[in-house]
């Protein structure tokens, strides 16, 4: 699961682009295709926070202040990152809903939330790493995405998530 933003922040700009510039009856099929690919992002919400859940078992571990008080004044000091971070898992949730999982504001917003630090860095004239250079067996990841991918589109396929177009020829 750790490989789904990755593939979220370089397959949703593709969809967005083809479907600035595709036709009506191909549009339809990439609204449908990015349905699916916000639904993933469902699972990286689950993966997050379960790191979330580890890192405050570990500062509980070590005895750290884990008070409410104790989490704010560490969150004081770095602000922009814990909200981006919020924000980061809270859109996902919204595609659960059937016309918010098919907004192109929505993906875009998630997109330059995970892309911030490579925005940021080329403002600034600082080095970053672009999101997916450190995983070494890259062609298993992109797989096991395409899966996750086809099995969340079948999935929602089936539960008639995904409009089908009606023609007559």
């Known amino acids: 699961m750790e490989f789904v933003e990755v593939g979220y922040a370089y397959l949703v700009p593709i969809l967005l ?8 009856n191909s549009k339809h099929y990439l609204r449908n295709v990015l349905s699916a690919v916000n639904v993933c992002m469902l699972f990286f919400v689950v993966f997050a926070c379960r790191e979330y859940f580890g890192l405050y078992q570990l500062a509980k571990a070590f005895g750290f202040n884990l008070t409410v008080k104790g989490i704010l004044m560490l969150f004081s000091t770095n602000i922009p990152f814990v909200i981006k971070s919020l924000v980061t ?11 918010l999982s098919r907004s192109y504001l929505l993906s875009a917003a998630l997109l330059l ?28 990841r992109i797989l ?4 996750l991918l086809i099995g969340i589109y079948g999935f929602l396929w089936l539960t008639k998530r995904i409009n ?6």
């Open 17 to 24: 682009l083809l479907s600035i510039f595709s036709r009506n």
């Open 144 to 147: 096991k995405y395409l899966s």
């Open 89 to 99: 898992l809270l859109i996902p949730i919204c595609f659960l809903n059937k016309k």
């Open 113 to 140: 939330l995970l892309w911030w630090d490579a925005i940021y860095a080329l403002f600034t004239h600082k080095t970053v790493n672009l999101m997916g250079s450190n995983y070494l067996p890259l062609q298993f």
């Open 164 to 169: 089908r177009i009606d023609r007559k020829d």
